[in-house]
Each structure stands twice: as structure tokens, then as C-alpha cells.
């Protein structure tokens, strides 16, 4: 009943006139900025970061949460219309959603996007209000080893359900844990890797980083594989579902929530499992499975349900922990941190009005992305055809202006440079960003918590296993090393389609995009 007050009084918040537009221009600007090819919501929230500096806390984040879920659907819009999707989550949408666009139901496609965003966003943000606070009351309890060993296990988790290769992930981690060392150490007041420059000696602000690995890395990789191509022209229509399609998706879209806010919530969260495990779920319950991989609407509906939910999920973990699971949770973790604003245990009750005034705005966001989005889509498809060469150019101008209006220094500029080479390096040899950007947030933390733990216990290592939760933990961490050697001794199982042709499972879909 605490919860339903609380949301009440966030709902005071998030419905002023002015809260409400800042909402609107961030799911248009989530929106606008996700839909060009490449983009994701990552790179839409870390380009759009400068652009709250200024505003009330409670008003940033609001736009914040129109950003998320516009940036959302635009990656869903450039993978059903372009075949490119803007993030890992988007990549099952890119399966049955472009068949239906080359075959000219695009319009429904998007609708099939917007409705199942809506509504998976919707049932997981109801279960984050009635989980996020008593979650956040029980971690009030865990001390510093139970800290540290969370997040060890969110680097290890990140590092395993990524890319094709652990080698890769735990070098991005590494690189990223590196970054994270630049500058002066909290508890000596040591240099560490400043290279004998007072202007590093603050550290590298996590918004250039977020900036650097995303948008310049990715604008320098494009640029680099460049062709002078124009966007294709894609007929999108009027957004229309008929009869037919809506008694085929509405399950879908009840069913995505269940499968995306569960694995969203967890250390080791993310989209990219469970929008898989939809597409499989929904092709088996199906009465068309003929049809998916040549365009079935469920396969477009239950994904898209599955990543919002995920969406709504990854907030649990990002509010009550502290722990960002995606790269748009790292990016929002940035955000708080750069209004000085720790989230964990005790955020809902030092910020009440802020993390209320979000959650209220989440439910307002998603409504707002229904009512534009769905007579917008022909808008969003022109925006593909704006020339890469002008693109790219316009997102490393965007993202110097903003890394400059961090600090006011041309020595940002320096090192936003660098870190987009290093962006860029790590996309040639395959190495995924999100690794490396949890590293640099996480890693300050986790060296704390560790220094925390060792001086409770008069430096023992066993101090770090002390208590019954860490235990749990790293036996939890046991596990997610040990699964590549216990699953070689499980059967392989392969769900067969009725036309005989076999389903990959999870480890078997190769991603889009190598981030």
C-alpha cells in the first residue's frame, strides 16, 4: 500500500506541464536519434546525456525515461525497416520484421513493435513497483563482501552472456576496470596512471567514456567501412493492424513480460536471452510456424514485449543495487552519479520524489511512445535516408560539443579521442563496449568495497566469504564459469520446426553487431 502512495504522489510529479513535456521531447528525441541505422538507445541516451546538464534532477530523469524507451523503438524501427538493428535486443525483431517491410506490411510491423513495447513495458513496470521497494529494504542489510561479490558477479555476468567469446569479454572488463584506475586513489591520495598530469587527476568523467566507446567509436568504425550509399526507400504506409493480426499478437504481447522482466532484473540481465527465448516460445506455440523467418507477426509482437519488460526489469537492480546489467542502465548510472546521486538501498528513501517521479514517468513515457509513434512511422523512415558521411559527422560534432560541456576543458576532447580509437579498436577485433563501460563505473566501487571488507575482517580473505549471501554468490559465479564444461555433458536439443528445418539455441545466434 506504501508502494501504491508513493506512486501516487510520483504521478503528482511526473504530470506537471512542464515534467510532461520534457517526457514528450524525450521519447521524440530517444526516438529520432535511435531510428538512424546503427544507433541504439545506448548511444541515443549517452548523445543526449549533455543535454539534461542544467535541468532539475527530477525533470532530467523524466526525460531520461522518454529517451530509454524512444531509443528503444527507433533500434526496433531500423531493424524491422533496414535490417540493422541499433542494439543486440533488437536483433530477433530484424527476423521476421524485415520480411514484412520487403513485403510491404512494414506499417504493421512497427505497430507490432509499438503495441508489444507498450505493453511488455507496461506489465514490467507494475512489477517494478510492487518489487523495487522491498528489494531496496532487504539490501539495506548487505555489508561490504556481500557488495563486492555482486559485483563481481555482475562483471562476470556481463562478460559471459556477451559475444561468442569470454576471452573478449573479460578483455573489454579489463580495459574498462583500467579506465576506471585514472586518477587519484580515494583512500591514499595516490596518482594512478595520470601520467604526472594534474588535469587527469579527477579521473576520467564517465560520460566521456559512455560518449567515446559509443558514439565516436562507432561513428569512426562506420566511417572506416564507409560506402557512398543513400539510405534505401522503404514503403512504411499507415500504421494498421487488422483483425487477423491482433488475434495473433495479443498473446505474444501478454506472454513477453513473464519470459524479458525476470532475466531483466537479475545481475546477469539483459535483453538479448530472453527476446531469443520468445521468438522460440512463440514459434512453437504458433499455428503459422511456416511463416517464421518469411514474416510472422509474433515473432515481431513477443521479442519487442520481451525487451521492454527487460527494460523495466534491468531498473530494479540499476535502483535498488546500484548494479547496471545493460549498457543503457550504465549510462542512466552515470546520470545519477553526475547529479551526485548514489543509487542503491537507501535512494528511495533519501530521493523519494525523484525515484517515484521516474518510475510514474516510465508509465507516462510509454503511453506518449504509443500516442507519437504509431503516426510517425513514415516520418522515422525518411530519417533513413539521410546520407551516412552527414550522419556519422553530425554525431561526432554532438558528441564533442558534449563531452567539452562536461568539464569545460579542451583536455576532454583529448581524451574522448583517444577512448573513440579505443572504441574503435575494440569493434575490429570484436571486443563488446558493455564490458568496458561497467568496468568503469562498477570498478571504483568494487575496489572500495573490497578495501572495506579486507579491514573488517584485518585483512583475511575469508572475510569476503563471511556471510551466507556471499556464499550464495559466488557459488552463483561457480556455476556461470563452470556452464560451457557442464553443458558439453547435457544433451544438445534443437527445437524443429514443422517443416523440419531446427531452431539455433541462444549460443548458436550470431549477433548483428559485434557490441
Given at each position: 500500500?506504501?508502494?501504491?502512495?508513493?506512486?501516487?504522489?510520483g504521478?503528482?510529479?511526473?504530470?506537471?506541464?512542464?515534467?510532461l513535456?520534457?517526457?514528450?521531447?524525450?521519447?521524440?528525441?530517444?526516438?529520432?536519434?535511435?531510428?538512424l541505422?546503427?544507433?541504439?538507445?545506448?548511444?541515443?541516451?549517452a548523445?543526449?546525456?549533455?543535454v539534461?546538464?542544467?535541468?532539475?534532477?527530477?525533470?532530467?530523469?523524466?526525460?531520461?525515461?522518454?529517451?530509454?524507451?524512444?531509443?528503444?523503438?527507433?533500434?526496433s524501427?531500423?531493424?524491422?525497416l533496414?535490417n540493422?538493428?541499433?542494439e543486440?535486443?533488437a536483433?530477433?525483431?530484424?527476423?521476421?520484421?524485415?520480411p514484412?517491410?520487403?513485403?510491404?506490411?512494414?506499417?504493421?510491423?512497427?505497430?507490432a513493435?509499438?503495441?508489444?513495447?507498450?505493453?511488455?513495458g507496461m506489465?514490467?513496470?507494475i512489477?517494478?513497483?510492487?518489487?523495487?521497494?522491498?528489494?531496496?529494504a532487504?539490501?539495506?542489510?548487505?555489508?561490504?563482501?556481500d557488495?563486492?561479490?555482486?559485483?563481481v558477479l555482475?562483471?562476470?555476468?556481463?562478460?559471459?552472456?556477451?559475444?561468442?567469446?569470454?576471452?573478449?569479454?573479460?578483455?573489454?572488463?579489463?580495459?574498462?576496470?583500467?579506465?576506471?584506475?585514472?586518477?587519484?586513489?580515494?583512500?591514499?591520495?595516490?596518482q594512478?596512471?595520470?601520467?604526472?598530469?594534474l588535469?587527469?587527476a579527477?579521473?576520467?568523467?564517465?560520460?566521456?567514456?559512455?560518449?567515446?566507446?559509443?558514439?565516436?567509436?562507432?561513428?569512426?568504425w562506420?566511417?572506416?567501412?564507409l560506402?557512398?550509399?543513400?539510405?534505401e526507400?522503404?514503403?512504411v504506409?499507415?500504421?494498421?493492424?487488422?483483425?487477423?493480426?491482433?488475434?495473433r499478437?495479443?498473446?505474444?504481447?501478454?506472454?513477453?513480460?513473464?519470459?524479458?522482466f525476470?532475466?531483466?532484473?537479475i545481475?546477469?540481465?539483459?535483453a538479448?536471452?530472453?527476446t531469443?527465448?520468445?521468438?522460440?516460445t512463440e514459434?512453437r506455440?504458433?499455428?503459422?510456424?511456416?511463416?517464421f523467418g518469411?514474416?510472422?507477426?509474433?515473432g515481431?509482437?513477443?521479442?519487442?514485449?520481451?525487451?521492454?519488460?527487460?527494460?523495466?526489469?534491468?531498473?530494479?537492480?540499476?535502483?535498488?543495487?546500484g548494479?547496471?546489467t545493460?549498457?543503457?542502465?550504465?549510462?542512466?548510472?552515470?546520470?545519477?552519479?553526475?547529479?551526485?546521486i548514489?543509487?542503491?538501498?537507501?535512494?528511495f528513501?533519501?530521493?523519494?520524489?525523484?525515484?517515484?517521479?521516474l518510475?510514474a514517468?516510465?508509465?507516462?513515457?510509454?503511453?506518449?511512445?504509443?500516442?507519437?509513434n504509431l503516426?510517425?512511422?513514415?516520418?522515422?523512415?525518411k530519417?533513413?535516408?539521410?546520407?551516412?558521411?552527414?550522419?556519422?559527422?553530425?554525431?561526432?560534432?554532438?558528441?564533442?560539443?558534449?563531452?567539452?560541456?562536461?568539464?569545460?576543458?579542451?583536455?576532454d576532447?583529448v581524451?574522448l579521442?583517444?577512448?573513440?580509437?579505443?572504441?574503435?579498436?575494440?569493434?575490429?577485433?570484436?571486443?563488446?563496449?558493455?564490458?568496458?563501460?561497467?568496468?568503469?563505473?562498477?570498478?571504483p566501487?568494487?575496489?572500495?568495497?573490497?578495501?572495506?571488507?579486507?579491514?573488517?575482517?584485518?585483512?583475511?580473505?575469508?572475510?569476503?566469504?563471511?556471510?551466507?549471501?556471499?556464499?550464495?554468490?559466488?557459488?552463483?559465479?561457480?556455476?556461470?564459469?563452470?556452464w560451457?564444461?557442464?553443458?558439453?555433458?547435457?544433451?544438445?536439443?534443437r527445437?524443429?520446426?514443422a517443416?523440419?528445418?531446427?531452431?539455433p539455441?541462444?549460443?548458436?545466434a550470431?549477433p548483428?553487431?559485434?557490441?
Open positions: 500500500m506504501d508502494s501504491l502512495n508513493s506512486l501516487l504522489d504521478f503528482g510529479t511526473a504530470l506537471t506541464p512542464l515534467n513535456l520534457f517526457a514528450a521531447i524525450g521519447v521524440l528525441l530517444g526516438t529520432a536519434i535511435g531510428v541505422p546503427g544507433i541504439g538507445p545506448a548511444m541515443a541516451c548523445l543526449l546525456l549533455p539534461t546538464y542544467g535541468l532539475d534532477p527530477t525533470a532530467a530523469f523524466i526525460m531520461f525515461a522518454g529517451i530509454y524507451y524512444g531509443g528503444m523503438f527507433g533500434g524501427t531500423t531493424s524491422i533496414l540493422t538493428p541499433g543486440s535486443a536483433v530477433v525483431a530484424a527476423i521476421d520484421g524485415n514484412m517491410a520487403r513485403a510491404g506490411r512494414g506499417a504493421q510491423a512497427l505497430a513493435a509499438a503495441i508489444g513495447h507498450f505493453a511488455g506489465l514490467g513496470t512489477a517494478l513497483v510492487a518489487l523495487a521497494p522491498t528489494v531496496a532487504w539490501a539495506v542489510d548487505i555489508g561490504a563482501p557488495y563486492f561479490a555482486l559485483m555482475a562483471f562476470i555476468a556481463v562478460t559471459s552472456v556477451l559475444g561468442r567469446s569470454r576471452v573478449r569479454g573479460f578483455a573489454s572488463l579489463l580495459i574498462g576496470l583500467t579506465i576506471g584506475l585514472v586518477g587519484l586513489d580515494q583512500m591514499t591520495g595516490q594512478r596512471l595520470t601520467f604526472d598530469s588535469l587527469l579527477d579521473g576520467i568523467d564517465v560520460v566521456i567514456v559512455a560518449v567515446g566507446l559509443f558514439a565516436i567509436g562507432e561513428a569512426l562506420v566511417a572506416a567501412h560506402r557512398r550509399t543513400s539510405g526507400s522503404i514503403p504506409g499507415r500504421p494498421w493492424l487488422g483483425r487477423d493480426e491482433l488475434r499478437t495479443w498473446k505474444p504481447w501478454l506472454r513477453g513480460p513473464f519470459i524479458g525476470p532475466f531483466g532484473a545481475p546477469a540481465g539483459g538479448e536471452i530472453p531469443f527465448l520468445s521468438y522460440v514459434k506455440l504458433s499455428k503459422h510456424k511456416a511463416q518469411k514474416g510472422a507477426i509474433e515481431v509482437a513477443g521479442p519487442e514485449s520481451t525487451a521492454s519488460a527487460s527494460a523495466a526489469g534491468t531498473l530494479v537492480s540499476l535502483l535498488t543495487l548494479l547496471p545493460t549498457a543503457v542502465a550504465a549510462v542512466l548510472l552515470a546520470a545519477f552519479q553526475s547529479y551526485g548514489q543509487p542503491g538501498p537507501l535512494l528513501e533519501r530521493e523519494p520524489d525523484l525515484v517515484w517521479g518510475i514517468s516510465l508509465f507516462v513515457g510509454m503511453v506518449l511512445l504509443l500516442v507519437l503516426p510517425l512511422a513514415p516520418v522515422w523512415a530519417l533513413l535516408r539521410i546520407p551516412r558521411q552527414y550522419l556519422y559527422a553530425g554525431i561526432l560534432f554532438f558528441a564533442a560539443v558534449g563531452a567539452y560541456a562536461v568539464g569545460g576543458q579542451s583536455v576532447l581524451v579521442l583517444v577512448i573513440g580509437l579505443i572504441g574503435l579498436v575494440m569493434r575490429r577485433y570484436g571486443l563488446p563496449v558493455l564490458p568496458a563501460v561497467i568496468g568503469v563505473i562498477l570498478g566501487a568494487a575496489e572500495q568495497q573490497l578495501r572495506r571488507a579486507l579491514q573488517i575482517s584485518d585483512g583475511s580473505v575469508l572475510g569476503l566469504v563471511g556471510t551466507p549471501f556471499s556464499v550464495t554468490v559466488y557459488t552463483v559465479i561457480a556455476l556461470l564459469l563452470a560451457p564444461w557442464l553443458r558439453r555433458l547435457l544433451p544438445r536439443r527445437a524443429v520446426a517443416d523440419g528445418a531446427s531452431v539455441d541462444a549460443d548458436d550470431e548483428a553487431r559485434r557490441d
